[in-house]
């Protein structure tokens, strides 16, 4: 070959031509490149464990069939096989460490970006760092087209496939349905049912305006719906807070009248979006309003404007006035909490009738206010309404008046305080409730009171001494523990507080029962025992012990010391009238004639001797509840200063009846709903005292009803056994009594009925009824005698147990001569002595103001519930102990708390 034909040997790294040559296959007539000129990796390196793949075996080039296999061949042998684009020569030489292009010190050169489109290019190609993950404005814009209209779609088919639904299927308002004790109905109401539709027109324009400027003050120009709220409210119910505060007023009548689902919940949300929208482009905005406002909830049971303004105003809605209606604007917030009555059952803590009212007066302010800013009302008018308006008490369906309203009331209470239905469900309605009340008791015990007040009591002749005189009653079977009847008061519609549930009125001598009991349970401590031992060593009582009959008996502790209060005050124990009993100089009369005569010395001495621990036991066992039990530590709680009410008075004696089983009185045999029966009241008798014990309590107080202070109470052919009471003062009367059929409590008394003040207090009953003075043995033991010959008529006379011996003769001497003698004062002698008295205990006589009559009443220690929440519900509150003034003169004054032989 000729020397002008031979290529001198190239650089490495050399100029473009060379890179060019190096990429490039061999040609026919052509050398091909020598190696390390193309800038393959083998080129670069020394003998490889495998031949180039441009080269066949012993370093020959391989020959190539076309142009397609050579650019292939080249572009596998690049890299180790991987594509790239072509680099110029002078560019890789540079970038090469030492050992040239593909020498050992040569960087890694960038991937090259492919051909290949991608639908979405993320993580973006051709870029670095960084770079590769923030997407591009197409990709971004892309996405939000993607979403809108997404949405777009969503919202379209949802509106499309939702129809408003029809009002009279979803919003059906149930009543519940109460029955007499023998499945006869009584009333049909508590539920959903205090509603009456009026037309918008019935409706003032300021009620309207109200609702629109407190609600949705965009109400007559939206579309049904805010977007702005929605979007708050479903951010909201993400964080898993609270979904209000998306709801316009079209979305509030969707929730209240067209949708059964009132649940909390994003996809009851998004129906009630679109549900709204449809309404609002399909239904005038008159309607909706109309709608709306006849639906709402403004507490007190009454659903829609008509019910509310009769249950707050007594008024039709047409009348309501712009203070009334900015005050109704303000019960949609939620009753609860703005309510003036309160509503202390559901949040004891904070639904206090003052802070409601506060919470009330405030709201309706800001809406009045709200009404002048957005050119609703006049300045004018909004300045005559700066305080709430005269708001009712909390009751104006006339289906309630009478003693029903009472009855409902006490079937509510026992079901919600005892767990078988919650408020929430007794709200909803849609149960048969079957109660404990006979109709015809429940009539003759109306009557019966009636008659006596009729006959008696006259306020227009005597307004001094016969205005707000009261009377309460209850009637309890023995045998069931069943309530039978009740008086309540006269008229469930007008008077609030059920007398036979809740009074605060003391019990008197009616509580002399409940230590005879326990002297006959437990016995006398021995008086020459120390008071651990004497605990053990006891001496239980016979009828025929005596104790001291004495008019101002000094009072001792068991072991014969004198007992004095905190000041050190000794105590004088007086009897009414300031009778001595027995004869001189002991007086002892035995208890059988204490109790005829109600001998108050006798029973105050004889409950220091047995303790008055004891003494409160033995009330609860016979089933008066802890809370309403006052003075326990003082003398006088003997001689009744608790206020147990009537329920439990009744209750309470009819253990005795029974022989000393003791039963929960109780007011619903059962209930059904839709889904069946869900509650049966089962009998749950406890042995409270021994069958001798309470046979012989029975037998004493046989002897007050035929020959002491009860005979005003005596049946025809039938055995009656009962007590009378009077309290200090002659604030309260009672008379307790009892067959073995059934037991039956009378109380009356005097208190301001005017039931929204506070602190009420008894007022004395001097001349009441143009009598003296007012003893159980009069009107009291009347009515009882008048009703309970009504209730038993029919009913087979049957005898009480012949009680067995019981006991010892505690304190025996000869026989007493029960004579009562009038003992005058002694007159003060030379030595200084110091001046008898006790302490008192001065029971508040208001009942708790905020918790009187009904099942929204929950009890504590403060205003304790008489019920405790497992019979009837009601509630009366616990006195208030207080010590009286330093010269102690309520330990001579009138009985030193009560008076004794009448009562």
Not at 462 to 467: A, E, G, K, N
């Amino acid at each position: 070959m000729s020397e002008h034909r031979r290529k001198p040997p190239q650089p490495q790294g050399g100029g473009r031509a060379a890179a060019r040559r190096g990429q490039s296959g061999s040609s026919s007539g052509r050398r091909a490149a020598p190696r390390g000129a193309t800038g393959s990796p083998s080129d670069s390196y020394g003998a490889s464990s495998h031949e180039s793949d441009s080269y066949g075996p012993g370093g020959e080039e391989r020959q190539f069939g076309s142009r397609a296999e050579a650019r292939r061949a080249a572009q596998r042998s690049s890299s180790g096989g991987r594509r790239r684009a072509a680099e110029p020569a002078g560019r890789a030489g540079r970038r090469s460490g030492p050992g040239g292009a593909a020498g050992p010190g040569r960087s890694r050169g960038r991937a090259a970006a492919s051909d290949k489109k991608r639908i979405i290019d993320y993580p973006r190609a051709g870029k670095y760092g960084v770079a590769r993950w923030v997407p591009s404005w197409k990709l971004v814009t892309g996405l939000f087209i993607g979403f809108f209209g997404g949405l777009v779609a969503v919202a379209g088919v949802g509106y499309a496939l939702v129809s408003v639904p029809n009002i009279d299927q979803t919003a059906t308002a149930q009543n519940n349905v109460y029955y007499w004790a023998n499945g006869d109905e009584m009333v049909a109401t508590g539920g959903e049912t205090n509603r009456q539709n009026v037309n918008l027109s019935q409706i003032p324009k300021a009620m309207q305006y109200a609702v629109i400027s407190q609600e949705n003050k965009t109400f007559e120009t939206d579309s049904g719906i805010d977007p702005k709220g929605i979007a708050r409210a479903v951010f909201n119910m993400a964080r898993g807070g609270e979904t209000q505060g998306g709801s316009t007023i079209t979305q509030q009548y969707v929730k209240n009248a067209m949708l059964n689902d009132q649940s909390q919940t994003v996809s009851r949300k998004f129906k009630e979006i679109f549900v709204s929208i449809k309404v609002g482009a399909t239904v005038s905005k008159d309607k909706i309003m109309e709608g709306y406002l006849n639906s709402a909830y403004y507490g007190r049971s009454a659903y829609g404007i008509q019910a509310a303004a009769r249950a707050y105003f007594n008024k039709d809605a047409v009348d309501l006035n712009e203070g009334e209606c900015a005050f109704l604007a303000a019960t949609l917030k939620g009753a609860t909490y703005y309510d003036p009555a309160g509503a202390q059952s559901i949040d004891p803590a904070n639904a206090t009738p003052e802070a409601n009212s506060k919470r009330a007066l405030r709201q309706m302010q800001d809406t009045l206010d709200k009404m002048v800013e957005y050119g609703h009302l006049s300045p004018e008018v909004r300045a005559k309404y700066t305080s709430l308006p005269d708001v009712k008490n909390p009751r104006s369906n006339n289906e309630l008046s009478g003693q029903v309203g009472y009855l409902v009331d006490l079937a509510k209470a026992y079901l919600i305080n005892n767990d078988v239905i919650s408020a929430d469900k007794m709200q909803q309605g849609g149960y048969s409730i079957y109660t404990t009340f006979d109709k015809k008791k429940v009539e003759e015990l109306e009557k019966s009171v009636q008659k006596v007040q009729k006959a008696n009591i006259k306020p227009k002749e005597r307004p001094d001494t016969d205005t707000h005189v009261q009377f309460g009653g209850a009637s309890v079977d023995p045998t069931t523990g069943a309530i039978k009847a009740i008086y309540g008061g006269e008229d469930a519609t007008k008077h609030f507080t059920n007398n036979a549930d809740a009074t605060g009125a003391q019990v008197g001598s009616t509580f002399k029962p409940f230590v005879l009991a326990a002297a006959m349970k437990w016995g006398v401590r021995d008086p020459d025992l120390g008071e651990s031992q004497a605990q053990d060593e006891r001496t239980v009582v016979s009828p025929k012990s005596l104790f001291s009959g004495k008019n101002d008996l000094k009072i001792k502790n068991y072991d014969g010391t004198i007992w004095k209060n905190e000041k050190d005050k000794e105590w004088l124990q007086e009897n009414d009238g300031q009778e001595s009993y027995g004869s001189p100089p002991k007086y002892q009369i035995d208890l059988r004639e204490a109790m005829r005569e109600s001998v108050n010395s006798a029973f105050v001495q004889l409950g220091m001797d047995v303790g008055l621990d004891k003494v409160k036991e033995a009330a609860m066992d016979a089933g008066l509840k802890e809370n309403s039990l006052a003075g326990t530590s003082f003398p006088s709680f003997s001689i009744g200063i608790s206020d147990p009410s009537a329920i439990r008075m009744a209750g309470a004696y009819a253990t005795f009846a029974a022989s000393g089983t003791q039963r929960e009185p109780f007011s619903v045999q059962k209930v059904t709903s839709k889904d069946g029966q869900i509650y049966t009241h089962k009998d749950a008798p406890k042995d409270a005292f021994d069958p001798k014990v309470a046979d012989n309590v029975t037998d004493v107080l046989k002897t007050v009803v035929d020959k002491g202070t009860g005979t005003n109470a005596k049946l025809d052919d039938r055995e009656v056994a009962g007590k009378t009471g009077t309290t200090d003062g002659n604030k309260s009367a009672w008379f307790v009594g009892y067959t073995p059929q059934l037991s039956t409590s009378i109380t009356m008394f005097r208190m301001d009925d005017d039931e929204t003040k506070k602190n009420r207090e008894f007022l004395e009953m001097f001349g009441t009824g143009g009598q003296e003075k007012i003893h159980g043995a009069s009107f009291p033991s009347e009515i009882w005698h008048d009703y309970m010959e009504q209730a038993l008529k029919g009913v087979k006379a049957e005898p009480f147990p012949t009680p067995e011996p019981i006991g010892e003769i505690v304190n025996d001497a000869p026989s007493p001569t029960p004579t009562p003698t009038v003992i005058e004062t002694p007159s003060a002698t030379p030595t200084p002595s110091p001046t008898p008295s006790q302490t008192s205990p001065s029971p508040s006589p208001t009942p708790t103001e905020s918790c009187q009559f009904d099942w929204q009443c929950t009890g504590d220690n403060t205003g304790g519930t008489d019920t405790g929440g497992t019979t009837d519900g009601g509630v009366t509150q616990t006195p208030t102990v207080t010590p009286t003034d330093d010269n102690g003169n309520n330990g001579n004054n009138n009985g030193g708390i009560f008076g004794g032989p009448a009562g």
